[in-house]
């Protein structure tokens, strides 16, 4: 057994704590990209489209993250390719992201009442342009505070990435406590250090959401 200070396990633990926010924001810099372009043919007035973006979001909702993590490692190397724990798991969050995040902008678009689209038409607007200068900036404001939530779910969601080989905050507490043997020491600095990342995003989300119900009184 290998003697490890409490400075030690806390020290390793915070340099793998850098891959897990690297991960995470790979992860919803990429799904909301992904999640806008996606939103954007949810909303044309194509019923294939529609249909293809409502059973991308249903397939990838409806799966367990911990599987298409396992699809994404295993999976890319039967076309040839040499891929890697940090492409499959970059991958794998990228899309599962994009399907929340979709969903959750959906939601805020249609929560814009239709009189406002109506207006759009009558001022001659093409359907991008009644999206960029009419719909999105009312539906941006609603949307801010569920999207800076659902970080922290993105946040939690990379620990699932240690069972690719990946090692970020989880995988390295893994690593430390077989060489230290004590479990309950490390997984606690392990919980705290999640804590740290996601409860400042969480009081960031609350406190925008109170200022957009406050705005809207």
């Not at 911990?66 to 039967?78: E, K, P, R, V």
């Not at 970059?90 to 929340?100: E, G, I, K, Q, R």
């Amino acid at each position: 057994m290998i003697e490890f200070s409490l400075w030690d396990m806390l020290r390793n633990l915070l340099l793998a704590g850098r891959w897990t926010v690297a991960l995470s924001l790979i992860a919803f810099i990429g799904g909301g990209l992904v999640g806008l372009a996606l939103l954007v043919l949810r909303l044309l007035p194509s019923v294939a489209l529609q249909r293809f973006v409502a059973g991308y979001v249903q397939l990838f909702q409806g799966t367990p993250l911990l599987m298409q993590l396992f699809l994404a490692y295993f999976g890319i190397a039967l076309f040839g390719i040499n891929t890697s724990p940090w492409v499959a798991a970059a991958v794998a969050l990228t899309l599962y992201t994009s399907a929340f995040l979709t969903e959750i902008w959906r939601g805020c678009v249609a929560s814009i009442p239709r009189g406002q689209w109506e207006a759009a038409q009558s001022l001659a607007l093409s359907f991008g342009e009644q999206l960029r200068h009419v719909v999105m900036p009312q539906a941006l404001r609603i949307a801010i505070p569920p999207t800076v939530g659902f970080l922290v779910q993105v946040i939690k969601g990379t620990a699932l990435a240690s069972v690719i080989g990946f090692v970020e905050l989880t995988k390295a507490g893994t690593m430390i406590t077989n060489a230290t043997l004590k479990p309950f020491v490390v997984y606690a600095l392990v919980a705290l250090l999640y804590f740290a990342l996601c409860y400042p995003i969480s009081l960031y989300a609350h406190g925008l959401e109170r200022k957009l119900h406050a705005a809207h009184r």
